[in-house]
């Protein structure tokens, strides 16, 4: 009893595989298999080869067909080969077709280039024409909206504009405006900063509103002037900038000594006498006129002269009474050449 049930479970497993056969062997991406059968035998084998333009990467190339009807599988790996040999390659382009309405809205979401492949698909989904909006604007720390309107559901569209504005006392870095972009996304977003500048300093030769010793904010300001008889020139206002340095201060100027005291001059609109001038000084910035002689055509004509910082230069033509001869005529009352020329 015992060998014929042996002999007969053996027929079993043997008769029951003998005839088991393998279906298609599995597709592996950019590769092809030989050969190519409706079905395979056990113990058929197949080679895998990469398509053109691809080349191994890793793995096995052949599958077996084993006894129980499925297959070892291979597990080669193809990858684009690093220099591609020369091919036809297709690209589709899209582009966002704006009616001439003025504002554009939309924009296209997505690839706007899809490549032909080999596996006869195009390498990317088509895009889509979408209303581009913006989500409601971020408020960066010590901002507030100035200008805020969102739209229906609180979103804002491309090209729309917020204005931010700062706490008191803070400053707004960048673009006070930031605008709904075409990415869906807010551009230029202002920070607003803490600025404290250190005590303002004195100037020379000047003096400073009452100010104390202490941080000041932004914004706050303190006013210049200067000690007589300096003169002050630039801005008399000097405030606490973006920065937390003061914007430009002004700054003290030197009166002028002029030390020709007979010339006659005209001073601011009069003819006059330097030596009738208090000191014999004019203040920064102030013009004398001097009269010099054209001997040629016995007249007179004008030279203007600044005082530039404590410096006065006085023109070359003017020549001290009676240099010449104790009755040579003074130029200031000569007639008046032409044309202003010298000489
Ligand atoms: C496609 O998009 C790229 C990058 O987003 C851009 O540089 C290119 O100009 C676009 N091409 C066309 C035709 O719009
Ligand atoms: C709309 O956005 C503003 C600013 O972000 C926010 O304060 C407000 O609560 C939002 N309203 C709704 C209904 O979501
Ligand atoms: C911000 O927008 C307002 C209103 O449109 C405009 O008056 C202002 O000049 C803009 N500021 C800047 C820095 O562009
Ligand atoms: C939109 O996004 C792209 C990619 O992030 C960027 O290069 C481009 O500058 C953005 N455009 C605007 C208007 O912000
Ligand atoms: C005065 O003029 C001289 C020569 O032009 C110049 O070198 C000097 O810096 C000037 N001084 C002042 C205080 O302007």
Request: with cysteine.
């Given at each position: 009893m015992r060998l014929p049930t042996l002999i007969a479970g053996l027929c079993l497993l043997h008769c029951a595989t003998a005839g088991k056969v393998c279906?298609?062997?599995?597709?592996?991406e950019s590769a092809v298999f030989r050969p190519g059968k409706v079905v395979y035998e056990s113990r058929d084998v197949v080679t895998y080869s990469c398509i053109a333009g691809y080349e191994k990467e890793s793995g096995n190339d052949k599958a077996v067909c084993l006894a129980l009807g499925n297959w070892e599988h291979a597990t080669l790996k193809c990858r684009r080969e690093s220099d591609p040999s020369p091919r036809y390659i297709?690209?589709?382009?899209?582009?966002l077709y704006t009616p001439n309405t003025g504002v554009t809205m939309y924009s296209l979401l997505g690839a706007n280039e899809s490549e032909c492949l080999e596996s006869g698909k195009w390498s990317q989904k088509p895009p889509v024409c979408e209303v581009v909006t913006c989500p409601p604007p971020p408020l960066p720390k010590f901002a507030q909206l100035d200008f805020f309107t969102p739209r229906e559901k609180n979103i804002s569209i491309y090209q729309d504009v917020v204005t931010y504005r700062c706490l008191q006392n803070f400053a707004l870095i960048g673009n006070e405006n930031a605008?709904?972009?075409e990415n869906g996304t807010w551009s230029g977003i202002p920070e607003c900063r803490d600025v404290k500048c250190n005590p303002p300093t004195v100037i020379p030769n000047g003096f400073m509103s009452f100010s104390l010793y202490r941080k000041y904010n932004y914004k706050e300001f303190v006013t210049y002037g200067c000690n007589p008889p300096y003169t002050l020139?630039?801005?008399?206002?000097?405030?606490?900038?973006?920065d937390g340095e003061w914007s430009q201060k002004p700054s003290c100027k030197a009166p002028c000594h002029v030390n020709t005291p007979k010339a006659n001059v005209l001073y601011n609109g009069r003819k006059t006498r330097v030596d009738e001038i208090a000191g014999q000084q004019i203040h920064h910035g102030d013009i004398l006129t001097y009269f010099c002689k054209n001997k040629i055509d016995?007249?007179?004509y004008t030279v203007p002269s600044q005082c530039q910082d404590g410096n006065f230069t006085v023109p070359?033509?003017?020549k001290k009474p009676g240099t010449f001869s104790l009755f040579s005529t003074d130029p200031s009352k000569m007639t008046p050449c032409a044309q202003?020329?010298?000489q």
């Open positions: 279906a298609r062997p599995r597709t592996i297709y690209y589709i382009t899209y582009k605008t709904c972009t020139e630039g801005p008399r206002i000097s405030f606490c900038d973006k016995k007249c007179a070359a033509c003017y202003e020329s010298e």
